[in-house]
């Protein structure tokens, strides 16, 4: 295997990029040991995707956000088949980071992505 040979970053060049979060607590904290690692980076994915919901207005009635993500495109990003990304979500939704709801009729399902600090944000009216 051979090394590419990739250009060094020069000044603001260091900046162009943008990059998922995922958040050190599920490393840290001991409640989130049992999940993969890819499981937590399809939880920083999933976090990133929040922002584009709330430009949507992607609201339900009781004021919580939610995203429409389907399978093929998380595996388009994580490169993985569909059968693994079915397997990533249910970690994250037995450890009770996410939750789905299935819409039918072929609609992608309405995934919450709930907050890690087990905190309960006060509900403020939408911007």
Do not use: H
């Amino acid at each position: 295997m051979s090394t590419a040979l990739f250009p060094y970053y020069y000044g603001v060049q260091s900046e162009q990029y943008s990059f998922y979060r995922v958040p050190k607590i599920l490393f840290t904290d001991s409640r989130f040991s049992s999940l993969s690692t890819d499981a937590k980076l399809l939880y920083g994915i999933l976090l990133d995707r929040m922002s584009l919901s709330k430009k949507n207005g992607w609201y339900d009635a009781q004021d919580r956000v939610y995203i429409m993500f389907s399978l093929e495109s998380v595996s388009e990003i994580l490169g993985c088949k569909s059968e693994k990304i079915i397997k990533l979500f249910k970690e994250l939704q037995e450890i009770g980071l996410i939750e789905r709801k299935r819409q039918g009729l072929g609609k992608a399902s309405l995934i919450y992505v709930k907050n890690f600090t087990g905190e309960q944000a006060s509900r403020k009216p939408k911007p």
